[in-house]
């Protein structure tokens, strides 16, 4: 078992940056591959943000390719999601999301286990 916490949501004019963190307790943080989604009011729950076992390879959803960046510190079982630039309709809730499986994993069925999700909301 993992479990997930994120934090770091808030309000946040657009144009403005948050930084989401994920810490992770349970088995050993490097043997999974991590993700963020997001759920806004309404919609289904979407994929942002995928990154792989030792950091070394990302993805990302054409929508947020050069404003967001997914990263992960291993030694500190978090992974990050560094928001910049940021739009009304990046208003959702966010959660990470880990999976056991290897390389880069973006839908929601190869995901084993999530977090509650923080919320994202930008406006003026």
């Known amino acids: 078992q993992v479990q997930l916490v994120e934090s770091g949501g808030g309000l946040v004019q657009p144009g403005g940056s948050l930084r989401l963190s994920c810490a992770a307790s349970g088995r050993p943080f490097s043997n999974y591959g991590l993700g963020w989604f997001r759920q806004a009011p309404g919609k289904e729950r979407e994929f942002v943000a995928a990154i792989n076992r030792d950091g070394s390879t990302a993805f990302y959803t054409d929508s947020v390719e050069g404003r967001f960046t997914i990263s992960r510190d291993n030694a500190k079982s978090t992974v990050y999601l560094q928001m910049n630039t940021l739009k009304p309709e990046d208003t959702a809730v966010y959660s990470c999301?880990?999976?056991?499986?290897?390389?880069?994993?973006?839908?929601?069925?190869?995901?084993?286990?999530w977090g509650q999700g923080t919320q994202v909301t930008v406006s003026s």
């Open positions: 999301a880990a999976t056991q499986r290897f390389g880069i994993a973006v839908s929601r069925g190869s995901f084993d286990y």
